[in-house]
């Protein structure tokens, strides 16, 4: 009997075996049941990813997400360093639930010894020696950032990190305006620069091409004013480099609204309040005139927010007991107050109670919400040397120094003026900007300055409406072509309706 037939069924068996052995594995099935009307069983199938697989996208995630390093612009000083630590840890906590591999995060503040860290293109070159091989982004961030770990994941990886890439949210300048040197002044509106809030990311092949260039050649520029849009001129040098690249999913929406499903982060876009805000007895306001500005400045202060304050003095070149104002015996400069405002800070400490833990110097053209402060100090320690308010920087690629602005105000604890006065610090002359002056001096004494994006030197009209869009400021400056006191009731008092002369005043943002 011939056993061919045999062989045969064999052979074929063997050839399938070895087919299902060469065929993936198959997904498991697994079905929702829903009682549908009748009783009936709906039986829906439902995708089931196998361990292993779901194993190797964890693993894919966490790979990705090590090729990130998470850059935090952080502050020195106690609140914003808290602040700053919380978003580190919940970075690595969500990190820590999609894999082993854990990425970089740092605290700028903690970075560099050299003070102008804060700048970021200092930095450049330490980021192209660290991370110039083994990663793909730089991811930065302010404190206040929310961050979808791997929503940011899913959108980095749309961008191919082996090209340069500048990544944010775009801001624009609707006209030319004074703190970016009337830059664009044909159409402002074309050049576009990161919205820090937002997040904003730059590829590793642009962070070595600018560290290359920082090498041969160093920061020119002797001024910082506004951080992100000197940024973003610096990498697009005149054409050479790439302009902005808008990502939608990049975000300063506040996390509770309805749009945030759709970004990779969002923003707490509120004004910190750490307990009961500052009494108004413990805020002294010092604001510094001249006689020829007694008729026409100091009306708009009374007329808007002197009531907010309970301690308040003008420091004139001239007695005027209609106001009043107080001589200090300092004549009047054209430019720079130095010796006013060291008169001011010696009056402070030496004619104040005691118990008064707060010093606020403005000019008479500053334009200041005393509620709010109250609210953002109560955040500070004033037993620590405070020196808080919109943050500039001079010469800071060369071992300069960061300074507080003075026309948006500037805050001292009383801590930090005690300390001043007891070194040997001075004004150079008594016409020297007094606010560089300070500035040069808290540096000397290795008491950093503290910035708040709520103090504006400028003009509202002199900032990207995006980036008030998520702000609710302390003060403006500058009465040039505005109304103030309609600015005042529009952006800085305690309601957006204010009575004023037993009227209900209102005013659209979008006026100004």
Not at 11 to 20: K, N, Q, R, T, Y
Not at 157 to 186: C, N, Q, V
Not at 441 to 460: E, K, M, V
Request: charged residues 25%; proline residues 6%.
């Amino acid at each position: 009997m011939s056993r061919e037939p045999d062989c045969r069924r064999w052979l074929l068996v063997a050839a399938c075996a070895h087919l299902l052995f060469l065929l993936p594995p198959l997904r498991t099935r697994a079905f929702a049941v829903t009682v549908v009307p009748g009783g009936a069983e709906d039986k829906t199938e439902l995708p089931v990813l196998q361990k292993s697989e779901k194993s190797r996208t964890i693993s894919k995630i966490s790979r990705e997400l090590k090729e990130i390093v998470f850059i935090i612009q952080s502050q020195s000083n106690s609140f914003h360093s808290k602040r700053a630590e919380d978003l580190k840890r919940d970075i690595l906590n969500q990190a820590a639930d999609l894999g082993k591999e854990l990425p970089t995060v740092l605290l700028i503040h903690q970075m560099d010894g050299h003070e102008g860290a804060w700048t970021i293109l200092p930095l450049m070159r330490d980021f192209s020696v660290t991370y110039g091989r083994n990663s793909s982004w730089i991811f930065f961030c302010e404190e206040d950032t929310r961050i979808q770990v791997v929503k940011l994941l899913e959108t980095l990886g749309r961008f191919d990190g082996s090209k340069e890439w500048f990544l944010g949210k775009a801001l624009y300048d609707e006209e030319s305006t004074i703190i970016h040197h009337y830059a664009f002044a044909e159409n402002p509106t074309v050049f576009k620069f990161p919205d820090f809030a937002a997040g904003w990311a730059l590829s590793i092949p642009l962070v070595n091409k600018l560290a290359k260039k920082l090498k041969s050649e160093p920061l020119k520029s002797d001024f910082t004013i506004d951080l992100k849009h000197e940024i973003a001129l610096y990498i697009w040098q005149k054409g050479e480099g790439p302009h902005l690249t808008p990502v939608p999913e990049f975000c300063t929406d506040d996390v509770s609204s309805h749009k945030v499903d759709r970004c990779a982060t969002t923003f707490s876009n509120f004004l910190p309040l750490c307990g009961e805000p500052v009494k108004k007895e413990d805020v002294f306001v010092a604001v510094k005139t001249c006689r020829k500005f007694h008729g026409d400045r100091i009306p708009v202060v009374k007329q808007t927010w002197e009531r907010e304050a309970a301690l308040i003095e003008y420091y004139s070149d001239y007695a005027d007991i209609s106001i009043p104002t107080i001589d200090l015996g300092i004549p009047n400069t054209d430019r720079g107050h130095c010796g006013k405002t060291f008169a001011i800070l010696e009056r402070f400490l030496n004619h104040r109670s005691a118990r008064t833990p707060w010093l606020v110097v403005v000019d008479d053209d500053t334009l200041i919400s005393i509620f709010r402060l109250r609210k953002l100090l109560s955040c500070y320690d004033p037993n620590e040397p405070v020196f808080l308010g919109e943050r500039y920087g001079y010469g800071l690629g060369t071992g300069g120094y960061s300074y507080i602005t003075g026309g948006g105000g500037m805050v001292f604890s009383r801590i930090a003026v005690q300390r001043l006065l007891a070194s040997k610090c001075r004004c150079y002359s008594m016409d020297a900007p007094d606010d560089m002056v300070l500035g040069m001096c808290f540096s000397g004494l290795g008491i950093p300055i503290t910035h708040s994006p709520l103090f504006h030197q400028a003009r509202p009209m002199d900032y990207p409406k995006g980036y008030l869009s998520h702000q609710i400021p302390v003060s403006f400056h500058k009465h040039w072509n505005i109304d103030p006191v309609k600015v005042y009731f529009t952006w800085l008092a305690p309601n957006t309706e204010e009575s004023l002369n037993g009227k209900k005043v209102g005013y659209s943002r979008e006026d100004l």
